[in-house]
């Protein structure tokens, strides 16, 4: 098997769920009904889609309706339990990693919670090791972007157990949804839904990218008539996204917003 890119371990940024109040969470009926049949059948899930789709802001609605256990950051035991044990009422304090994922273990037993390890790319032997010790205690959701071997690591023969539940890039309709609920939040301006084929066309349909897009149109600085501003509009975003800490607003050695 060859051996796993940095990428996998990594791996791009994922969508921040629900990370401003005026972002709307728009769609995915399809999927929201489905992975609430699978939580009250108490089955395993992968749930599959590529970098930016939104599949963390898909687990951060669900959350609002049903009692998950989350772990944003699984490509390391440690950071698991980081993310788990508050929500257990654990304390890590004078514990070694050993201990402390023991512990987790039959934390998750004892709470009969479904456990959501998102962000997850390689799956190394060892935690491969965890997870299934998980599985075998509670219900346990993936977030991860491939379901192939060479891309899931160790964990893929035990995928067999995993419904598939696959989260795809926007339609156009529900660009045109995002956009006007956004533009009804005060997020972005009034002339936004004029340009939703643009939108549509620079970003995919993916989520994080739409908004990114957002991010940019909320400076308020473009005239969304004119076609150099759009271009202007997009390389901005591309330039925040390789440079984050000179996002929109950011003011740089002159004083001015960037």
Same mark, same amino acid.
């Not at 489905?34 to 059948?41: D, K």
């Not at 598939?164 to 949804?177: L, T």
């Not at 600085?221 to 390389?235: G, H, I, T, V, W």
């Given at each position: 098997m060859?051996?796993p890119?940095?990428?996998?371990q990594?791996? /791009?940024?994922e969508? /921040?769920a629900l990370s401003?109040?005026?972002?709307?969470?728009?769609?995915?009926?399809r999927?929201?009904?489905?992975?609430?049949? +699978?939580a009250?059948?108490? %089955?395993?899930?992968?749930?599959l889609?590529p970098?930016g789709?939104?599949?963390s802001?898909?687990?951060?609605q669900?959350?609002r309706q +049903?009692s998950?256990l989350v772990?944003a950051?699984s490509a390391?035991l440690g950071t698991i339990?980081?993310?788990?044990?508050?929500?257990l009422?654990?304390?890590?304090?004078?514990?070694?990693?050993?201990?402390?994922?023991q512990?987790?273990?039959?934390a @998750?037993?004892?709470?009969g919670?479904?456990v959501?390890?998102d962000? @997850?790319?390689?799956i190394?032997?060892?935690?491969? &090791?965890f997870?299934?010790s998980v599985t075998?205690?509670?219900p346990?959701?993936?977030c991860?972007?491939?379901?192939? =071997?060479?891309?899931i690591g160790h964990f893929? $023969?035990? !995928?067999a157990?995993f419904?598939?539940v696959?989260?795809? =890039?926007?339609?156009?309709?529900?660009?045109q949804?995002?956009?006007?609920?956004?533009v009804?939040?005060?997020? @972005?301006?009034?002339?936004t839904?004029?340009?939703?084929?643009? +939108?549509q066309r620079? %970003?995919?349909g993916?989520p994080? @990218?739409?908004?990114? !897009?957002f991010?940019?149109?909320a400076?308020?600085?473009?005239?969304?008539?004119?076609p150099?501003? !759009?271009?202007?509009?997009?390389?901005?975003?591309?330039?925040?996204?390789? !440079?984050?800490? &000179?996002? =929109?607003?950011?003011a740089? $050695?002159?004083g001015?917003?960037l």
């Amino acid at each position: 098997m060859a051996t796993p890119k940095s990428e996998h371990q990594t791996g /791009p940024r994922e969508a /921040p769920a629900l990370s401003a109040s005026w972002f709307p969470f728009v769609g995915r009926t399809r999927e929201l009904t489905r992975l609430c049949e +699978l939580a009250a059948q108490r %089955s395993h899930v992968i749930l599959l889609g590529p970098a930016g789709v939104g599949k963390s802001a898909l687990v951060g609605q669900l959350r609002r309706q +049903l009692s998950l256990l989350v772990s944003a950051r699984s490509a390391h035991l440690g950071t698991i339990c980081d993310d788990l044990e508050p929500q257990l009422g654990l304390e890590p304090a004078g514990r070694k990693l050993l201990q402390r994922k023991q512990r987790l273990r039959e934390a @998750v037993a004892a709470a009969g919670r479904t456990v959501v390890f998102d962000g @997850v790319g390689w799956i190394s032997p060892k935690l491969s &090791s965890f997870f299934e010790s998980v599985t075998e205690r509670a219900p346990v959701w993936i977030c991860a972007r491939s379901e192939h =071997p060479w891309d899931i690591g160790h964990f893929w $023969p035990l !995928l067999a157990r995993f419904a598939r539940v696959e989260v795809r =890039p926007f339609h156009p309709s529900e660009i045109q949804a995002l956009v006007m609920a956004a533009v009804a939040a005060g997020g @972005v301006p009034a002339a936004t839904p004029g340009i939703v084929e643009w +939108l549509q066309r620079r %970003s995919g349909g993916n989520p994080l @990218v739409l908004r990114e !897009l957002f991010d940019e149109l909320a400076t308020g600085k473009y005239d969304l008539n004119s076609p150099l501003a !759009l271009r202007r509009l997009d390389l901005d975003r591309r330039i925040h996204e390789v !440079l984050p800490g &000179s996002g =929109p607003g950011v003011a740089g $050695p002159s004083g001015k917003s960037l």
